[in-house]
């Protein structure tokens, strides 16, 4: 009931904030490489302000890059994203908590920023009224979702589709979920009036040719780690490394860690079994960003996919084995393993 009150005291907080502007640009950012979850909460919000102040211009900011499974999602639900004539008033950070996966120059021009996610992060200076993050929400769309709810906001079938995808999306099929992400897909499937297998082949899609070569070379260049009767695995791919970090865990590995170079930066992606993750209470996302600010960068995430970046050239296998190491040092901490194990390659 704590973390309910809380959410909806946050939402009555940003609600009052847009309703009292009588004029305002207002861009909604999501995450680059965007997933199901961020586009959906993206066009969601953006219908939410329409409906609470029309007096505002509410604009969807296209990500870059975006994948074309993404892209093949929002042309089967017919989003369209708006281009900005000039720098907004207002910025909206959905599903994305940490600049580091925010590149967008403008941004740093922008004074007053709101953000609604469901990761932890902390590198992003606003207003604490105006920030909305419930990590035990199992998606950016579930938080959303609460907007409309709240304010009695009535929902159109196909958004109502959507945010159902984008919630089904992010708890990986409910693999991983929550009593109310089951709650607010059941109310919002019934909204749509779809059934549960249409709502999956919105989300579906077959991989592209460059991802499945991608998960295939991070599994090709993987190094194993065995510490007890647990298996670690790191590798390195040029793009799709979230992807790919998930593809070593469905091969058999507990914790997975894929670096990749994305030109200005290096991005490193984790990935965890749910069954590792109740064995030992790991939480990736409290990982991630340690490790990446050590190496001056930021990250965040879930307990099981959480990722960070960095750009320190010269240091990809240093983040690689600091991860590790952090691991193991959870791990000792636990007393999962004694203090005297160390990883041992295979």
């Known amino acids: 009931m704590v973390r309910v009150k809380k959410q909806q005291n946050k939402i009555d907080s940003i609600v009052d904030f847009f309703k009292k502007k009588k004029s305002a640009t207002v861009a909604l950012y999501i995450h680059e490489s965007p997933d199901i979850d961020a586009i959906s909460s993206q066009f969601a919000f953006k219908y939410f302000l329409g ?27 017919d989003f369209n994203f708006d281009k900005l ?13 940490t600049m580091s996966l925010l590149p967008y120059p403008e941004l740093e021009e922008i004074e ?41 906001i009535a929902i159109p079938q196909n958004l109502a589709a959507a945010m159902a995808a984008g919630i089904i999306a992010d ?13 607010a897909i059941a109310e919002l499937q019934e909204i749509s009036k779809k059934k549960y297998v249409d709502l999956i082949h919105l989300i579906s899609s077959e991989p592209d040719l460059s991802r499945k070569i991608a998960q295939l070379k991070a599994a090709q260049r ?19 490394e979230s992807n790919s970090a998930s593809a070593l865990v469905y091969l058999g590995a507990d914790v997975s860690f894929v670096l ?23 939480d990736l996302g409290k990982l991630m960003g340690t490790v990446g600010m050590k190496l001056g960068g930021t990250g965040g995430g879930h307990p099981g996919a959480a990722a960070f970046s960095f750009h320190d050239g010269g240091k990809e296998q240093q983040a690689l084995q600091m991860c590790l190491d952090e691991l193991l040092n959870f791990l000792k901490q636990r007393k999962i393993v ?4 160390t990883l041992h390659i295979h």
């Open 51 to 77: 409906k609470i102040n029309p007096k505002l211009k509410v604009c969807a900011v296209k990500p870059h890059p975006i994948h074309p499974s993404v892209k093949a999602y929002s042309r089967k639900l």
């Open 171 to 183: 708890s990986a099929r409910f693999h991983v979920s929550t009593p109310d992400a089951f709650k």
């Open 338 to 341: 004694k203090k005297e194990q």
């Open 112 to 152: 007053t920023k709101v953000i609604i996610d469901h990761h932890s992060g902390d590198d992003i200076k606003t207003d604490s009224s105006l920030s909305l993050i419930d990590t035990d929400a199992i998606s950016c769309t579930e938080i959303v979702y609460n907007f409309f709810k709240k304010y009695e």
């Open 85 to 97: 004539s000039k720098n907004p008033d207002i910025a909206v950070l959905l599903d994305a908590s």
């Open 260 to 282: 990749s170079d994305n030109k200005d930066s290096f991005v490193v992606s984790s990935r965890a079994s749910s069954a590792f993750i109740s064995k030992t209470g790991l």
């Open 222 to 240: 993987l190094k194993m780690y065995k510490v007890d009767d647990f298996l670690f695995a790191t590798s390195y791919v040029g793009a799709f």
